[in-house]
């Protein structure tokens, strides 16, 4: 062994395991050297997660972020010679058409994002499969690119370390644990371990389980949790001897049931001459947290293997021999069955990036084996470009705020995510149960009195919709379909499109109480938002205004939306309530490595907001306001922000729009805002729920949504949001917009659709919520921009104005024309649509105002 170093570039945390071996290979793809990996346990892992892992991949998500990491991941395994692409087959049982359902959304989902998947009937599943009971089954979903890391990730793992240290960029120390991250000024400089200290200019935390006890020694922590995951083992089971095979038949997912099941292949072979059962605790999972995980010798079977009872099982696994009847037949090999743990997160997204609190300390935790090579090469390129190549808004640390990162959050958030690892199939709109009540706006009782429909953003409770307005369901009952199919009306309430209407014919109010709102303030304010900001910020005209703007990242695309209010002494940024936390984190990362002198407050518990629009918005406005003239036209300008007095508080008023009716935003400290509140309602303006703000009339209008709409693989003007002229001042991004702005025309153009057709095989009408593949109606393939990006929809919902069904989606430019027919699947049947308007293009457009998103 080499002597322990006193300097690295890189300390890798945790090397032993697939992600922190992942991370050393791609550094040094990248041309990263003098790295040194360490390890509590052997190199590669004994005692973490990747040694007992079951290394089975499944490549289809709902998500492109995590479809594209397990296919990296599992192309990276097959070129090493360690993936068996064997297939792999979901089963829904009789009974069981809730599943059924999920599995042809997942069709959906494979198609948008890139995979192979498609519906198989029970005949061919037990084809493919006989040790199925096709009785028991009523249909299944292929994925013929499912498979198995063979012999282990473990083996993957090691040999990754191995040619790193072979190449001389890699230095490796097993058994030595991070005694200590050393710091000083804001950064980490070193790593202290019994053996000494390294001094290092980076540190990447890949120590799984472990995690959040390392993120622990700089005082920040990892919403996390390891819990419990029943491994059974039957046999012997010699179908496959004398073949070498690791595993003989395609995997096996019951996910109705919670479980899969494989065989372990060729008795000879690693795990060999067994069937393998695997179990995701749904009722009562059992979490621990990693400061009470057993050490090394005090365990029975290892730290991250604790002991199994089968009687824990014996209801699902009775269940499972209904299935596969050959596990009754089998013995039960309890000498190689045990719990073993693994990670669960708050959100079901790994924690990903820098630390929120000390610059060059990178986390790679809460990664599963089937991405970790992706997820691997994500860190790497994020670390050596500063962006990916792939939006990763959904895994970046910097995500969470700090309410989200108390102990008490992450138990109860991750309890409840464990629960649904793999039952019941989670709605794309399903609310979080834990945790809720966080952050509750200062008229929060009047809207529980007014029967709110309440979710959560942000820790925000947000009513969608109001009890005290189903009356109005009467009124525009022919405008506002009921919603047949369970799924299209889950989490929905049909309140909500009466209440946009009514809005539209008088007016309404709106809790915007979830804003995220950052002020920026200090000598170089300006200037820092100058830089970032791809819209002007500076000049005293500017003074006064609320200026809707982006930020750009170094290849021009689109990383932020929001609004500056430029004030006298500071910006103030209003943002969303999930992309503030990320943007504020961003700009403090960009005026501390810029050198701008500035002071960055999150500021969003100290005030909050209302949203009043329709056509009789400033008349109603006019009768609490203090000086009802001053809210004309003429004294108040598209975009100006005034201050106004109500109710005896003052209020800035910002005349801005988001769902296409005149009115204002109205911002006010926190403890005013129920005075304003009352003040407009016992004016008479109804209560509106959000969900006309966040969705139906979002999309009438052809407004985009960051994180859905705008992502960073696009740019402005694919997005149709550039401004007509480019600021003269250097802003990031400027030399790749400019370039893009030259083009003739975009790769691709963000589109709005209309299905013109929403009947299912059954009859019944449908009200898209899923993401969707966009395909040509000829060739039934999803359309592929000259860049190798999918079309897919960004977001989607019903717009009861229009009466359609309306979808954002980006196509390539060849698809760009009004009127082209297309085609999509939801819930693996195909809709025709239309595109119905290329670029901003407003299907509801009262008085031609201007977009803000």
């Known amino acids: ?115 192979r998947v498609k519906m198989i009937s029970a005949a061919e599943a037990k084809e493919k499969f006989p040790l199925l009971e096709e009785d028991q089954i009523q249909g299944a979903m292929w994925d013929p690119d499912a498979g198995l890391v063979v012999p282990r990730s473990q083996t993957v793992a090691g040999k990754l370390v191995d040619a ?228 990763h808004h959904g895994i970046d640390y910097s995500r969470f705020q700090d309410y989200q990162l108390t102990e008490d959050f992450i138990w109860g958030r991750c309890e409840e995510t464990a629960k649904k690892i793999y039952n019941p199939p989670v709605h794309p709109r399903e609310p979080f149960a834990n945790a809720r009540g966080i952050r509750r706006s200062p008229f929060y009782e009047r809207e529980v009195e007014l029967g709110g429909y309440f979710m959560e953003l942000g820790g925000w409770e947000r009513a969608h919709g109001y009890a005290a307005n189903e009356h109005l369901l009467e009124k525009y009952a022919d405008q506002v379909p009921v919603r047949e199919n369970e799924w299209d009306n889950r989490h929905f309430w049909r309140v909500s499109n009466a209440e946009q209407l009514e809005m539209s014919a008088d007016c309404g109010i709106i809790n915007l109480s979830h804003f995220h709102m950052t002020d920026i303030s200090g000598p170089d304010h300006v200037a820092l938002m100058e830089y970032l900001c791809a819209a002007k910020i500076g000049g005293d ?17 689109v990383r932020a939306d929001f609004t500056v209010f430029r004030m006298e002494d500071r910006c103030r940024l209003v943002n969303g309530a999930d992309a503030g936390p990320r943007d504020q984190m961003y700009m403090k990362r960009m005026a501390q490595d810029k050198g701008f002198d500035v002071t960055i407050v999150d500021v969003t518990e100290d005030f909050t907001t209302i949203g009043i629009w329709g056509p009789n918005a400033r008349e109603n406005l006019k009768k609490v306001v203090a000086n009802p003239d001053m809210l004309e036209k003429e004294n108040f300008p598209f975009a100006a922000i005034k201050t106004i007095e109500i109710a005896g508080k003052k209020v800035s008023a910002f005349r801005i729009s988001y769902v296409g009716e005149q009115g204002w935003e109205l911002h006010m400290a926190y403890e005013d805002g129920l005075a304003v509140w009352d003040a407009l309602r016992d004016a008479g303006v109804m209560a509106v729920g959000v969900e006309t703000y966040a969705n139906s009339r979002r999309l009438e209008k052809s407004l985009r949504l960051q994180n859905a709409d705008l992502q960073t693989e696009y740019n402005l003007y694919e997005a149709d949001l550039a401004r007509p002229k480019v600021k003269e001042a250097e802003f990031r991004g400027k030399e790749k917009h400019l370039e893009y702005r030259a083009r003739e025309h975009q790769p691709a153009m963000l589109c709005t659709l209309v299905m013109t057709d929403n009947t299912d095989s059954k009859g019944v009408a449908r009200y898209p919520v899923n993401t969707m593949p966009v395909m040509d109606p000829e060739t039934g393939e999803v359309l592929v921009d000259e860049l190798g990006r999918r079309s897919y929809t960004s977001s989607q919902a019903f717009g009861p104005t229009v009466g359609k069904n309306i979808m954002l989606a980006y196509l390539p430019w060849d698809y760009c024309q009004v009127g082209r027919t297309l085609n999509v699947t939801y819930f693996d049947e195909t809709y025709p649509v239309e595109v119905a308007g290329v670029g901003y293009a407003p299907l509801y457009d009262p008085e031609n105002l201007k977009p803000r998103s």
């Open 164 to 391: 790193g240290e072979k190449a001389g960029k890699l230095r490796a120390f097993a058994n030595t644990p991070a005694l200590e991250l050393i710091q000083e000024n804001g950064r980490v400089v070193g790593v202290k371990t019994h053996r000494g200290t390294i001094m290092a200019d980076h540190v990447i935390v890949c120590a799984g389980l472990w995690g959040r006890l390392i993120a622990d020694m700089v005082g920040e922590d990892l919403p996390v949790m390891p819990v419990d995951h029943p491994l059974t083992f039957f046999g012997p089971y010699d179908e496959f001897a004398g073949t070498g095979l690791e595993i003989g038949r395609p995997l096996l997912r019951d996910q109705g049931n919670s479980a899969y099941l494989r065989d372990t292949g060729d008795p000879s072979t690693t795990e060999g001459g067994q069937i393998e059962w695997g179990y995701y605790y749904e009722n009562e999972p059992r979490m621990v947290h990693p400061r009470d995980i057993l050490e090394k010798g005090q365990a029975r079977l290892g730290p991250s293997m604790r002991d199994l009872e089968l009687e824990d099982v014996i209801e699902p696994l009775e269940k499972a021999m209904e299935l596969t009847p050959i596990l009754a037949e089998l013995g039960f090999n309890e000498s190689h069955s045990f719990n073993g743990l693994l990670q669960t997160t708050t959100d079901g997204g790994p924690s990903m990036g820098e630390s929120r609190k000390v610059r060059g300390l990178w986390y790679a935790v809460a990664i599963w084996v089937k991405d970790a090579p992706g997820m691997a090469k994500l860190l790497v390129d994020w670390m050596t470009d500063g962006r990916t190549h792939i939006d």
């Open 1 to 115: 062994m080499s002597s322990f170093p006193e300097r690295a570039n890189v300390v890798i945390v945790g090397l032993g395991g697939i992600v922190g071996a992942s991370v050393a290979h791609h550094l040094i793809e990248r041309g990263w050297d003098n790295i040194v990996g360490i390890d509590k346990s052997a190199i590669p892992t004994d005692i973490g997660s990747t040694g007992h892992a079951s290394d089975f991949c499944y490549v289809t998500a709902h998500d492109q972020l995590t479809t594209w990491t397990s296919n990296y991941s599992v192309d990276f395994y097959e070129k090493l010679g360690h993936y068996s692409r064997i297939g792999g087959i979901e089963v829904a049982r009789v009974g069981d058409d809730g599943r059924l359902e999920e599995l042809k959304r997942r069709c959906d989902s494979g198609r948008a994002f890139g995979t």
């Open 541 to 557: 005209n500017n003074i006064g205004k609320g200026i809707y703007t982006h930020m750009l990242d170094d290849e021009g695309n």
